[in-house]
């Protein structure tokens, strides 16, 4: 019985690490240009088709698919914020939202278009199925991969924003854009690169989604729900605290999904919203 | 005012009046088929009003909306099949009932600012949702259809019961309308539109913009649960991802209040005509559909943020439906200008 709990915990924290790298992109466009990407979990959707169709017309495996894939997403959310976010940013928040919700309609759609309605999943070949034995405890290869990546992504974002140039150019301007302005700092340049690395993160958390669960067009939502409940958990603007939410949330989804699927999914809401209402600055603030 | 803008306002509003006596008379002329379009129109139209009132007006944007549509449609059916109350009275039970959960609702949404609480009014519609599959009684995930004897109290034969279901329509819009635009002209809305303007000024002059914001939250929610208890009826089936539905009462009135105008009163009624002039034309075209819709939307929001309307407006340079009030003669005589 204990074993049994044990085991669900390690697998609900282990799925924590995944939508801790769906949330990494988000936490990153909400602490630098304030606003909350509607179709963010909609981008994550449309790379994971990218990568699926990458990989198959290529005859590669998805992995190398994803390097490929990378510098695209990072070209992708660089134009994506100097095209058309960046006319929109500023002071009225009711702009970006709605701006990006349309967005998310016609990713969605757009998918349905192309792809039809059928649910997909990514292979890495056997990586998907192999797994570890840690002490009585057998964990698959993958989750423990995604997790450690959760982990590396968390310490290189923080280093990418806290030791860098390209990092202190982004606080500046996510601090206050008309004193970055003029002291000669680009910001719409500095947007585009931030929303770029939001690009990046999209892909990863694309790329993993794809390996470990299924996926249709209309996934979505649900993505950037969880990417949202992980963010608020952790507490705006801590990378880390993005990581602790993550891992409350996939252990909360773990513990539902004994009961049944939808328990799955509302036992994670009913867990966000009871932190949220008894800690609503998150559980790692950062200011 | 120049006086072609005058005649272009009186002109405008005379389309208005036209309109709406042909809506007070459709139920001679249209047919069956004619009248549920209507109905939907309607429906959809006092959706609109509200999101408009929330988003335009009180800075609430919410992607949650369909929340309280679902709870009025369950509770409709709670209340009429599982309860046996009157169909007319199960109406108030469906207003109440949205009222009831906007007041929890409201410990999380007005936790949360601005573009977080998007994204948190979704989080509790999916709660709802979820619930909804989960209560006994309802067909769980599968939802259960309204028993005929139920419907049969609204006329025994499908005409009569399609203009009695009209005219509820049409009562439910008329009241929304009203009671929305004399919201807007109270000091509530005065107050609404000073912050909108100018927050802080706002601010010092006195405007208390929480209770503002949540008498617009609460206002909303007893019209969403009605519009939700008449489309059951119309439908005839509650399941929760059809009475839920995020794209029926959410996305589509958004797209119709950005694209016809947000924060003004013209501009919903605007957006949810275009809205049902081009399904005609668009709602075959599937998935297309609402790409276009979606293009349109951001479209419009990089042209001009106030919409259609917006537009108009400055074609015809005036309000057809004022909601602003004109500072009279004489007020503010004797100060200086700026002092």
Known sequence: ?287 | MRRHQHLSIAGGRAVLAVAALALLAAPTFLDAGGLTVLTEFLCLLVLALMWNLLAGYADIVTVGQHAFVGVGAYAFYGAVVLLGVDPYLAFGAAALTAFVIALPAMLIVFRLRAAYLAVGTWVVAEVLMLIAGKLPGFGFGSGVSLPVRVAREFGARPDARFATIYWLAFALAAAAFASTWLLLRSRIGLGLMAMRDNEEAAGAMGVHLVRARIVCFLWTAPFLGLAGAIITLQKLRISPPASFSIIDWTVFVIFNVVIGGIGSLEGPILGTVLFFLLREYLAQLGTWHLIILGTLSIAVILIEPRGLWGLLRRALGGDLIPVSHRARPGFGAGRKPGA
């Open chain 1, 1 to 287: 019985m204990l074993a049994t709990y044990l085991n669900l915990v390690v697998q609900g924290v282990l799925l924590g690490g995944l939508y801790a790298i769906f949330a990494l992109g988000l936490s990153l466009s909400v602490g630098v240009m304030r606003f909350v990407n509607i179709a963010h979990g909609d981008f994550i959707v449309l790379v994971s088709f990218l990568l699926l169709t990458v990989a198959t017309a290529l005859h590669i495996n998805v992995l190398l698919a994803l390097l490929l894939v990378i510098p695209l997403a990072f070209a992708g959310g660089y134009l994506l914020q100097r095209i058309l976010l960046q006319r929109v940013v500023g002071e009225n928040v009711l702009l970006p939202l709605l701006v990006t919700f349309g967005l998310s309609i016609i990713v969605q759609n757009g998918l349905l278009q192309g792809f039809g309605a059928d649910t997909r999943t990514l292979s890495a070949g056997r990586l998907d199925t192999s797994s570890l034995q840690i002490g009585g405890l057998y964990v698959g290869v993958l989750p423990v991969a995604t997790f450690v990546l959760a982990i590396v992504l968390v310490l290189g974002l923080e280093w990418l924003l806290y030791r860098s140039r390209i990092g202190a150019g982004i606080r500046a301007v996510a601090d206050d854009v008309a004193a970055a302005n003029l002291i000669g700092l680009s910001s719409a340049r500095i947007y585009a690169i931030a929303m770029g690395i939001v690009g990046v993160t999209v892909a990863i958390a694309a790329c993993f989604m794809g390996l470990r669960m299924n996926f249709d067009p209309t996934s979505g939502p649900s993505r950037l729900l969880v990417a949202f409940e992980v963010v608020v958990l952790g507490g705006l603007g801590s990378l880390r605290g993005t990581l602790l939410g993550g891992i409350v949330l996939g252990i909360a989804q773990t513990l539902g999904g004994q009961i049944d699927g939808a328990w799955q999914v509302l036992a994670g809401h009913l867990v966000f919203l009871a932190i949220f209402l008894l800690r609503p600055q998150g559980l790692l603030p950062r200011y």
